[in-house]
């Protein structure tokens, strides 16, 4: 009798193992899942620069705002990044040139950011995003438009005049 329970209870104990385990077998790990740990979104694959954190602080009522974007430039030559936001004929073109083994931090030490006259986009939607360098194909991405209600995007937020002036 004793040698059956001893066979139970080691079959009840393997079963309740594999039933609590098994979940992590099948479900995918979220440190394996790529994400932007930021407010803005990253793009790979769009030619030999990468855009890190790109996002758009706009005025209160939309109707303009602020690209920032740090750009990397990893080769041995200068290159172009072409942005254009929003989609058809209304999509506003932007450029800009990165020299060689060099990052350009947009809104940050020291860089202005890209002021974006005519975004007709609120704080809290997406607005599409194609960025594109080299050779390649280049990326289509929802950017995020975030407004200044947090301390440190309130000075990237375009003033009146900035918008006014163009």
Same mark, same amino acid.
């Given at each position: 009798?004793?040698? &059956? &329970? @001893? *066979?139970?209870?080691?079959? /009840?104990?393997?079963?309740?193992?594999?039933?609590? !385990? $098994?979940?992590?077998? *099948?479900?995918?790990?979220? !440190?394996?899942?790529?994400?932007?740990?930021?407010?803005?979104?990253?793009?790979? +694959?769009? $030619?030999?620069?990468?855009?890190?954190?790109?996002? *758009?602080?706009?005025?209160?009522?939309?109707?303009?705002?602020?690209?920032?974007?740090?750009?990397?430039? %990893?080769?041995?030559?200068?290159?172009?990044?072409? *942005?254009?936001?929003?989609?058809?004929?209304?999509?506003?073109?932007?450029?800009? &040139?990165?020299?060689?083994?060099? !990052?350009?931090? @947009?809104?940050? +030490?020291?860089?202005?950011?890209?002021? /974006?006259?005519?975004? %007709?986009?609120?704080? $809290?939607? %997406?607005?599409?995003?194609?960025?594109?360098? $080299? +050779?390649?194909?280049?990326?289509?991405?929802?950017?995020?438009? @975030?407004?200044?209600?947090?301390?440190?995007?309130?000075?990237? /937020?375009?003033? /009146?005049?900035?918008?006014?002036?163009?």
């Amino acid at each position: 009798m004793n040698s &059956r &329970r @001893l *066979i139970a209870s080691i079959a /009840v104990g393997a079963a309740l193992a594999l039933g609590t !385990t $098994g979940c992590s077998m *099948i479900s995918p790990q979220a !440190t394996t899942i790529e994400y932007s740990a930021a407010e803005g979104v990253n793009v790979y +694959d769009n $030619g030999p620069l990468d855009v890190r954190n790109a996002f *758009i602080v706009a005025n209160e009522d939309g109707s303009a705002g602020n690209f920032v974007a740090a750009i990397v430039n %990893d080769t041995d030559e200068s290159h172009t990044l072409r *942005i254009e936001l929003g989609e058809g004929s209304s999509s506003i073109p932007l450029t800009v &040139r990165v020299p060689a083994k060099t !990052t350009i931090s @947009l809104g940050a +030490d020291g860089e202005d950011p890209i002021l /974006v006259e005519d975004l %007709d986009t609120p704080a $809290g939607a %997406d607005i599409p995003g194609y960025f594109q360098s $080299g +050779d390649a194909e280049g990326t289509l991405i929802p950017v995020p438009v @975030l407004d200044g209600e947090l301390p440190y995007l309130a000075p990237l /937020v375009p003033s /009146v005049a900035e918008a006014t002036e163009g």
